[in-house]
């Protein structure tokens, strides 16, 4: 059996005019993640990442990312935009700033875009959940034992969910529990494919660690 590690990106910029850039803990999360799987002697054969700057400078910041490579279905679900359409444009400013508030409003959001109530989203839930499988299935098709791959909760939820054959609305669910730089661990062999643990995160298991846990 081969191990597909999926890393969550370490935390990015809640608030800022351009999410997608790592702040300085989810760079220390980053670090600490790597440093650990070392101390393991955990090295990855192959590593895959999305697009995502917040997904490139997480392999980085581990020291995994000279031999990258990257697939497009491992990017978040736009919730930016998933929001505009739910909201026409005008997403209230409360939903904006206050995490509590904005993060209750888009579990509540992507429950509609699921069942396809959100009207022209820029992305359908049934073109994400494809694209999410089309990457999983790029990472496995190796003959590499250990495969790191870097991506985003939305995208780790699914790939969960899809692997327990769960119900749609589970990826969600699991989404909003995945913690900056955590670890899921699924083994695959051939059309074998199983989780074996989930949103793990020994790096932070030590009292000076426990301080890089975040989830936004």
Known sequence: ??????????QASFGAE????????GRAQARAAGAWLREMGWEPDRVVTGTLNRQIDTATEMGFAPSREE???LNEYDFGSLLDSRFGGEVPDLVKGDRKVHFR????????WQKDEIEKPYETWAAFAERVEAARAFAVDTDAKRVLMVS?????????????????????????QIKN????RFMFSGS???LNEFNATPHY????????????
């Open 71 to 73: 697939h497009a279905g």
């Open 105 to 112: 409003t888009l579990r509540e959001t992507v429950f509609a």
């Open 181 to 184: 730089a955590a670890m899921t």
């Open 192 to 194: 074998l494919f199983s």
């Open 152 to 176: 985003s909760g939305g995208v780790i939820g699914q790939l969960t969910a899809a692997s327990l054959h769960a119900p749609a609305q589970h990826m969600m669910n699991l989404n909003l």
């Open 18 to 25: 351009n999410y997608d850039v790592l702040s300085d803990l």
């Open 1 to 10: 059996m081969a191990e597909l590690l999926v890393i969550r990106h370490g």
């Open 205 to 216: 298991a030590t009292p000076d660690g426990i301080k890089l846990m975040s989830y936004s």
